[in-house]
């Protein structure tokens, strides 16, 4: 099993860096885009965030740690997934990165996840962020 595999996904937002950064981490909004997860964490690195909610008649719990916690620049946390089928042990771990930064009159977000264990779930997370990114767009655009 590789885990050298990478997704990144971008998306230029017509808004301010706090805007988008509001997005990232309050519940509410991120329950639009994460398939109505209810996200519980209270933003303080080393401390733990949670997932979880149901998808398609199915229940899921995701967790992870905070990495980095950067307001308005950079928000990082490992992500575990039971939909994996992988144990919950630190190798089966992934990493999410959200990136936020001008970019000619707008804001750039990036999203990277690391550590993705077949390119099977690579292609799977490559389409995954770019809904989110779309959503979380449309989101902020919208004026949520």
């Known amino acids: 099993m ?15 860096s706090s805007k988008v950064w509001e ?3 309050e ?8 398939f109505g997860a209810e996200v519980v964490t209270d933003w303080q690195v ?9 998808f398609n008649g199915n229940k899921f719990e ?3 740690v905070l990495i980095k916690v950067e307001t308005n620049k950079q928000l990082q946390y490992t ?22 930064f001008e970019d000619s009159g707008s804001i750039q977000l990036s999203i990277t996840e690391d550590n993705i264990p077949t390119e ?14 779309t959503t979380i767009k449309q989101i902020i655009e919208n004026g949520a």
Do not use: C, M
């Open 2 to 16: 590789s885990k050298e595999l990478i997704s990144k996904s971008s998306i230029n937002i017509n808004a301010s």
């Open 23 to 25: 997005a990232l981490v």
């Open 27 to 34: 519940p509410e909004i991120a329950k639009e885009y994460f």
């Open 46 to 54: 080393g401390n733990p965030i949670t997932f979880n909610g149901e």
């Open 62 to 64: 995701e967790k992870g």
């Open 79 to 100: 992500h575990w997934s039971n939909f994996d089928g992988l144990p919950d042990e630190p190798e089966n771990y992934r990493t999410w990165t959200f990136d936020i």
């Open 120 to 133: 099977k779930k690579k292609e799977r997370s490559d389409e995954f962020w770019n809904g989110v990114l």
